[in-house]
T-cell receptor, first 108, second 111 residues
């Protein structure tokens, strides 16, 4: 069993839809990260969370430390949001343990 | 704003050759991480450095070595390359315990 699990693995949506990606982890962590990886391979850090909720534009990330669960929400999705979204955790050290990613496709 | 720089962006090597990947962190960042992402796989942590000292080690083969220099840039040296070493190698930098910023990656192909 992976230490970081994401669901769903694949997600398709129509432009404008509200999207939720879930992440569950089984290890103690100091922080949880949401990352975005585009087809070219580059990785962009979206959020780093240790508690509560963060918002950046149309993206919202929440974390429940007690339940070891985090969600990434995208409001008013757009085709340019199409990418792989990766949940990664820092298990009390700085290194990241990555989830398997969620491949999102948003169609016009 | 300056980002993490990796060079080269693409590298093609033959089996048993050596390769050196370079990473230039964001100015004033004191920590560098190396990750390996095989085709269709999740990135895997290889090694990290804080203030020029190795701070953590992951699944890095003995054929690989890395170091961080006085100007904080880091190099990943890979010897006796194998076909399975073909992957995207990411470097990330941060201030310790803070958000990691990723470079664009070096795509290594071993033929």
């Amino acid at each position: 069993k992976n230490e970081v699990e994401q669901s769903p693995q694949n997600l398709t949506a129509q432009e404008g839809e509200f999207i939720t990606i879930n992440c569950s982890y089984s290890v103690g962590i100091s922080a949880l990260h949401w990352l975005q990886q585009h087809p070219g391979g580059g990785i962009v850090s979206l959020f780093m969370l240790s508690s509560g909720k963060k918002k950046h534009g149309r993206l919202i990330a929440t974390i429940n430390i007690q339940e070891k669960h985090s969600s990434l929400h995208i409001t008013a999705s757009h085709p340019r949001d199409s990418a792989v979204y990766i949940c990664a955790v820092s298990p009390n050290t700085d290194k990241l343990i990555f989830g398997t990613g969620t491949r999102l496709q948003v169609f016009p | 704003a300056a980002g993490v720089i990796q060079s080269p962006r693409h590298l093609i090597k033959e089996k048993r050759e050596t390769a050196t990947l370079k990473c230039y962190p964001i100015p004033r960042h004191d920590t560098v991480y190396w990750y390996q992402q095989g085709p269709g796989q999740d990135p895997q942590f290889l090694i990290s450095f804080y203030e020029k000292m190795q701070s953590d080690k992951g699944s890095i083969p003995d054929r690989f070595s890395a170091q961080q220099f006085s100007d904080y840039h880091s190099e990943l040296n890979m010897s006796s390359l194998e076909l399975g070493d073909s992957a995207l190698y990411f470097c990330a930098s941060s201030l310790v315990n803070n958000e990691q910023f990723f470079g664009p990656g070096t795509r290594l192909t071993v033929l």
